[in-house]
């Protein structure tokens, strides 16, 4: 997009001259999404403009997602002053936002040397001041909030609407207090604790909560309720392409510093979404040449015993098996990774983690909150920083595969620490919580539910 700016003279009004000059860079900052990218349909593969919000490929019955096809094929990334925004080229946005920090990638020492690994690269989203990472929610998530708004255009009106465990709840919340965009959020009451922030949150962002006893997708549940209302829209989880490719700046941070696509990848996964954002990340890579033409393992894990996903995997179904409701918001309670627990992931659609996998010849592991615990100690004791309980989920399987000799000494690995530094950060920091605006019952009618809702001013 082509801008000619031509310079002129306001006589005697210089509020005029200041509110023209900020109406033009809010301008420019705008991309031109209509030849900066399209969208294609996994499924299909068929192209098709990003006229607004869109989720789901037009005119296809079979449930799949939607893949960003990005006109700049090449692999450029911007300077580190530009935080996750040094990735813009990759990502589906019309604007930058305040505020980003990039995922920052470090070949370990002391932990490689612990398992006997040679080039073992640590990609890290969180707060470590001596490593410069600066995410102050201590989650990658924070990625997936800077690109999913990113996306919307300034002048919309509506509210947008996210359902979470916690951890994307928190940087929903930083990012739209920030920048000042109507949210609603969605959590269980039981996960309220993980609202914290280091200063109070604007009125621009709501919480509503499911009550105690809950799980992650009871307030899943309450966030399609309240989208059904005029005036709200779903962010869309998995299947918008902004929040994959804000999750996929993990692996191009990797690729960067490491200077090649690694030949493992290790995370936890909740969702997979994170895991599906690598592996589409990866595709990107190769096409982009010069990073490699392998496609890396994926090596993901869940949290015993809630393991929805790793059941349906080992047992070779692209299906997920039946999970009584009662049970598994049994085994979310028990979980130490509370984060850890969708019972309606996107594994078996086309193009999901199901695909992922299976594409990329990956592998499933079940952790237990002992052996998370163990690797939590270990990577404090290491690396020298604090990590959440998914990251030592992850921690637990890179054990798992140097001891089951699925890797190799000499094998590039990179290990995804999806967050880690809140313990720094709480000690370096004031702490202010996020309280809930309305608290629903499980079984709120539809009347009772959009009655109190429509209490709420934006």
Known sequence: ??????????????????????????????????????????????????????????????????????SQKKFIPGPASHGMYRFADWLPITRK??????????????????????????????????????MTTCSFKEMEAYSVCARLRPDLSQVLVVASAGNTARAFAHVCSDNNIPLLLCVPEDNLDALWFDRPISKCVKLIATRTGSDYFDA???????????????????????RRDGMGTTVLS???FIGQIPEFYFQAVGSGTGAIAAWEANLRLIEAGGFGSHKMKLMISQNHPFLPMFEAWKAGSRELFTYDDVLARSHASEICAKVLSNRRPPYSL?????????????????VSNQE???????????????????????????KHSVESKEVEPGSCIMLNITGGGEQRFKMDKSLFYLLPDLIFENDAPVDEIKAGVSTLKW
């Open 1 to 70: 997009m082509w801008i000619r700016v031509i310079s002129f003279t306001i006589g005697g009004n210089p509020a005029f001259f200041t509110f023209v000059s900020n109406k033009l860079q809010a301008f420019m900052d705008i991309k031109d999404t209509s030849t900066q990218y399209r969208l294609m349909s996994v499924a299909s593969g068929k192209q098709f403009d990003d006229t607004g919000w869109i989720l789901d490929a037009p005119d296809e019955k079979a449930p799949g997602l939607v893949r960003a096809i990005y």
């Open 97 to 134: 936002l305040n505020g980003s920090s990039a995922p920052i990638t470090y070949k370990s020492s002391a932990l490689a040397v612990h398992f006997g690994l040679g080039k073992l690269f640590i990609t890290f989203s969180g707060y470590w001041p001596e490593r410069h990472a600066q």
């Open 220 to 242: 899943i549940h309450l966030s399609n309720v309240v989208v059904g209302f005029d005036g709200f829209f779903a962010e869309g989880g998995a299947k918008n392409v902004a």
């Open 254 to 256: 990797a690729a960067d």
């Open 350 to 366: 086309i193009g999901g983690l199901f695909d992922a996998l299976t594409d990329s010849k990956g592998q499933m592991y079940a």
């Open 372 to 398: 998370a615990a163990v690797a939590s100690d270990l990577f404090l004791q290491t690396e020298g920083i604090d990590i959440h309980p998914a990251a030592a989920v992850a921690v637990a399987s890179l």
